[in-house]
Nanobody, 116 residues
Framework: QVQLVESGGGLVQAGGSLRLSCAAS????????MAWFRQAPGKEREFVAA????????GYADSVKGRFTISRDNAKNTVYLQMNSLKPEDTAVYYC?????????WGQGTQVTVSS
């Protein structure tokens, strides 16, 4: 079993920044990639960003390119999402996702609210 624990959400004004963290723990495992998704009220969950664990290759949704940066700390089994120039439409619950040698897992989510 692998546990993903997110932190760093909160309330911020438009134009501000937040950094989300997702720490993975559990029995010995290796991650193939980790990603962030988000779900706004009344909308489906959508992809935000992903990072390959082996080579740090990254990918982003068009809506966040140039504003969000995903990164990882191998030693801490942690992935980060630096969110800059936040917009009200970024308001959502942000979920961490990991595809590992023990299967795929989701975190519990962290709320990000951007006020206009």
């Amino acid at each position: 079993q692998v546990q993903l624990v997110e932190s760093g959400g909160g309330l911020v004004q438009a134009g501000g920044s937040l950094r989300l963290s997702c720490a993975a723990s559990g029995r010995t495992f290796s991650s193939y990639f980790m990603a962030w998704f988000r779900q706004a009220p009344g909308k489906e969950r959508e992809f935000v960003a992903a990072i390959m664990w082996s080579n740090s290759n990254t990918g982003y949704a068009d809506s966040v390119k140039g504003r969000f940066t995903i990164s990882r700390d191998n030693a801490k089994n942690t992935v980060y999402l630096q969110m800059n120039s936040l917009k009200p439409e970024d308001t959502a619950v942000y979920y961490c996702y990991a595809l590992t040698t023990r299967g795929d897992y989701w975190g519990q989510g962290t709320q990000v609210t951007v006020s206009s």
